[in-house]
């Protein structure tokens, strides 16, 4: 019986290790899942960004005080000789340049040589560099102008300041900037200033009245304008009438008072000296020249003026006041 087991387990053992074969999962082909990697780095890569994304990201952590921004230059300024302009740009470090526009209006830039900027907007050189650069080197050149300085665009001063002229508009220039560099305004200086502006055809110029006082004596920041181009700044010089001091005084001669301005025979005594020791206060006489008529004599007495007991007398253009001295 034992030689007769031994035969069947023999036959049975490679029989049932064929029917596991059989019945174990078979593999599926297709894709594989990638391999795992041995470690994990905890250093995680930076994101890949498009263009516009990296230099919106520039441009969102530019803290730099010295970068200018398009609203800085007006959109309409017209580029000319000797202006200074800062050129850039993206991804193509080879053409920021900084350039100054030379007396024929041409500026020479890497890649695309001499172009014609005189006459154009900030605008229009950005295309005019855009599509030169994109014809020849880089698709769609991300380009950016700048204008630093305004050397080409004056502006006038005329009339109550101490140097009348012409002066350069470098950078942004306001009305107080100019009016400092003509030296202020003198004492002559009316109450009132004149902001002409031409239009760009030249063809018609509107004027703004803008109240001195208000301007540079309360200093309003919405009267310090800014100045463009080819302006005119016009300061009217005040009107002034003459009054005449003589006799017991310790300056006699010629006053000059603003037109708008009221003197009195007391303010026109005190701006000549005031009184001397031997002027006579009550026997004061003006003598008033009508234009239509013969001379008047008002007789003035100063010592109930200066006593309240009188009201002061107001002067008019070309009076003469006269103090006498006294006889003692």
Known sequence: MTDHRR?????????ISMCI????PKAVKGPQ??????????EVAPDILPPESVEEKEEATDVNPETRTVQDTPRDYIIGAEDLIEISVYELPEMNK??????EGSITLPFIGEIK????TQQELEKTIRILLSERYITNPQVTVFIKEYRSQRASVIGAVEKPGSYPLIGRRTILDIISEAGGITEKAGKKLYLIRGSSSGSSADSILID????????????????QGGDVISIPPEKFIYIYVFGAVNSPGQLEVKESESITVLQAITKAGGLTDRAAKTRVKIIRQKEDGPKQTIKVN??????????DIILQKDDIVIVPETFF
């Open 7 to 15: 035969l069947w387990l023999w036959i049975l053992i490679p029989a």
């Open 21 to 24: 074969y059989q019945c174990a």
């Open 33 to 42: 899942p990638p391999p795992v990697p041995e470690a994990v780095s905890e």
């Open 98 to 103: 900084t350039v100054r526009i030379s007396g």
């Open 117 to 120: 900027a005189e006459g154009l």
């Open 212 to 227: 001195l006082e208000e301007l540079i004596e309360k200093g309003n920041p919405e009267l310090n304008l800014p100045v």
């Open 302 to 311: 100063l010592k109930d003026i200066i006593n309240g007991k009188k009201k």
